[in-house]
């Protein structure tokens, strides 16, 4: 891993992944809105940190000039970058790693067969299931880690149970998705090692659904679909679809749910109100997503073009900061505090423009299912040592240790 150097100024050399980044982002935020919005830093390559939720809009609808063809926000080393099949499938996770035509079909696709609101309902029995025989495991103890023992358990099982895969390769899943968007980004080679493993894990499973057709899962459905020209999918760009699944489904919803029970684990008055008024979920989901957004995605600039009195140069990285959008005082009534019947709430937790996340439905049901079951069997229950929690940063900031007793 690359040593730290300490930050000094963070207009112009931030680092996602300094531990004040980690543990409590908002004041860096708050300093780079006042002075400069858009922050620059050589680190990790050449990049732009935009802080304004205006900024951000901005730059998630301008496409043409900023690509998604590789969302991760440390770039992989050059010359994994310029590999045949990088130039052909970037970042292999279509709809989030493309951009035009393929973009505009492939997110369809996944919208009609698996993510509208009706087809996510169909997983709600099935995510209690799971809720359920996770609290069954710990409930008789007195306390779990809350990161480890259940958020970071409940989305690769739905995921696995979406793809048609084996739920006991859970903890292989979870691994493979740290390596890739956490332990990873800062450790090219182990980065790269686990993409392969996902991608050949992924080719595997394409192969036998090709060999063995008839599945109910979103595998199965993609390999009968057909692409804009009546052709059956490639079933590269299955594989790349699969992929997307597994790391953008997983480590972000599963820092939601954690980043939610730390705060009610923290702010016993919050979860008292929720017992109390239950109507008041839904809404307090949506600010839970927009307090603790635990995702930051990356555009690489395609073409010259000035915007905010900078000059954006070919091959730098734009960092999606929707995490600090969501904390921009200019869109949300005192944005710092967490408001559980917030009136208005126009946050971009899920990102923003063509790219906004085709997954959101199903993430908001796993919070919704995650969240409710863990407060209706557990009652009571405090995060007793807020600074024993560890914080992950980078691509996705979410706890990592969450110690709950109850």
């Given at each position: ?380 229950f405090s995060v007793q040592t807020p600074s024993e ?18």
């Amino acid at each position: 891993m690359t040593e730290q150097i300490s930050v000094d100024d963070w207009s112009t050399d931030y680092e996602i992944f300094d531990p004040q980044y980690a543990t409590d982002p908002v004041p860096i935020w708050k300093d780079l809105r006042d002075r400069c919005p858009i922050a620059h830093s050589d680190r990790h390559e050449r990049s732009e940190l935009p802080t304004k939720y205006a900024d951000v809009q901005a730059i998630a609808k301008m496409p043409e000039h900023f690509s998604s063809r590789d969302p991760l926000v440390v770039p992989l080393p050059e010359g994994v970058r310029n590999d045949k099949n990088f130039e052909k499938y970037g970042a292999n996770a279509p709809p989030i790693s493309s951009d035009g035509a393929e973009h505009a079909w492939t997110r369809r696709l996944l919208l009609l067969l698996h993510f509208s609101p009706p087809a996510v309902e169909k997983h709600r029995a099935y995510t209690e299931d799971v809720c359920h025989r996770l609290i069954d495991g710990f409930i008789d103890s007195g306390h779990v880690d809350g990161a480890t023992g259940y958020a970071q358990q409940i989305p690769p099982r739905i995921i696995a149970h979406l793809l048609g895969v084996d739920e006991d390769r859970v903890d292989d899943f979870t691994y493979w998705v740290r390596a890739v968007l956490e332990l990873g980004l800062q450790e090219p080679a182990l980065r790269v090692k686990y993409r392969d493993v996902i991608r050949n894990f992924f080719r595997e499973t394409v192969a036998d659904r090709r060999a063995n057709p008839g599945g109910d899962d979103l595998i199965s459905a993609l390999l009968t679909a057909t692409d804009p020209d009546g052709n059956p999918v490639d079933p590269e760009i299955v594989v790349g679809m699969a992929n997307l699944q597994l790391v953008a489904g997983i480590d972000t919803t599963w820092s939601s749910i954690g980043s939610a029970l730390f705060h009610l684990g923290t702010n016993p008055q919050d979860l008292e109100r929720l017992r109390a008024e239950p109507e008041l979920w839904p809404g307090a989901i949506e600010e839970f997503l927009r307090f603790y957004s635990p995702v930051t995605m990356a555009r690489v600039v395609d073409s010259p073009v000035t915007y905010g009195g900078i000059d954006f140069v070919p091959g730098d990285k734009v960092l999606m900061n929707f995490p600090g959008a969501n904390h921009d005082p200019d869109v949300f009534e005192d944005p710092d505090t967490f408001i559980i019947d917030r009136a208005e709430n126009r946050h971009v937790a899920f990102g923003a423009g063509i790219h906004r996340c085709a997954g959101s439905n199903l993430a908001r049901l796993e919070m919704d299912v995650a969240l409710r079951t863990f407060a209706d069997r557990i009652g009571d229950f405090s995060v007793q040592t807020p600074s024993e929690v560890s914080w992950a940063s980078g691509q996705v900031r979410g706890p990592r240790i969450l110690p709950i007793t109850f």
